[in-house]
């Protein structure tokens, strides 16, 4: 089993996919929502969007 780090002083949303911690997208403005997409019962892709 592997382990991986993660930095508790900083706000981020990260997923477990294929055994691999991936840290994913924040919303460039800073007001937005990450959405992640399941396919086939799998971690798939995730969309970010944003407001101005």
Known sequence: MAEAKVDLSEDAVYRVKDGKLERLDKPPSGFGEVIQK???????RYEVTYTK
Request: aromatic share 14%; charged share 30%; proline share 0%.
């Open 38 to 44: 399941w396919q086939d019962g799998k971690l798939g």
